[in-house]
């Protein structure tokens, strides 16, 4: 089955800083990339996704990127603000199944 | 529209125990997809469902089940509880093309004691 790892477990940044999320995944077969956003006491929420034919893909401060031959993608957040303060969720989708890294959290220093 | 509901929110049951937890999705989605969350494991993948069909699940003892009924509604069930199986669990629905693109319901907190 699917495996995906993600690095780092926590990330501390200055605001205004850039934050940087990897992950790895190991079924070729994976063709939807999601990153998903928790924040403390709420329900995860989709904020990008790619798919395995794109390369990159950017909204506002966000940005995905995807290594279809290596199997990594990453997220990057630029400009952080106090409100990027979550747990954020990589995944990697296929056969009607989404596996998630065990997440990173994220802390934005004022 | 309204969003993903799950009844309860919060339950406490004692080992050895059952335990059937609902979840109401998004109207016009029907795939529905379940997942335990705990600190150290994050989100691990249970099941999903469409059509009233499981179209996949993750790997989790047979102690854990589920369904769909027709109006695209499902249960899960934990029959015999373990320790263990304190977490949140979580429903999300999907239009059954997206199934990356995942709604989820607010959860429902177990206790096992």
């Known amino acids: 089955g699917e495996n995906v790892e993600q690095h780092p477990s926590t990330l501390s940044v200055q605001e205004g800083d850039s934050a940087v999320i990897k992950c790895t995944y190991s079924d070729s077969a994976s063709n939807y990339f999601p990153w998903y956003k928790q924040e403390l006491g709420k329900r995860p929420q989709l904020i990008i996704d790619i798919r395995s034919n794109v390369g990159e893909k950017k909204d506002q401060r966000i940005a995905v990127t995807l290594n279809k031959t290596a199997k990594h993608f990453s997220l990057h957040i630029t400009e952080t603000q106090p409100e990027d303060s979550a747990v954020y969720f990589c995944?990697?989708?296929?056969?009607?199944?989404?596996?998630f890294g065990a997440g990173t959290t994220v802390t934005v220093r004022a | 529209k309204a969003g993903v509901t799950q009844t309860p929110r919060y339950l406490i049951k004692t080992r050895g125990q059952q335990v059937t937890l609902s979840c109401s999705p998004i109207s016009g989605h029907r795939s529905v997809s379940w997942y335990q969350q705990t600190p150290g494991q994050g989100l691990q993948f249970l099941f999903e469902y469409f059509s009233e069909t499981q179209r996949n699940k993750g790997n989790f003892p047979g102690r854990f089940s589920g369904r769909q009924f027709s109006n695209s509604r499902s249960e899960m069930n934990v029959s015999t509880l373990e320790l263990g199986d304190s977490a949140l669990y979580l429903c999300?629905?999907?239009?059954?093309?997206?199934?990356?693109?995942?709604?989820f319901g607010p959860g429902t907190r177990l206790t096992v004691t």
């Open positions: 999300a629905s999907s239009l059954e093309d997206r199934v990356y693109e995942q709604y």
């Open positions: 995944a990697a989708s296929s056969d009607y199944k989404l596996s």
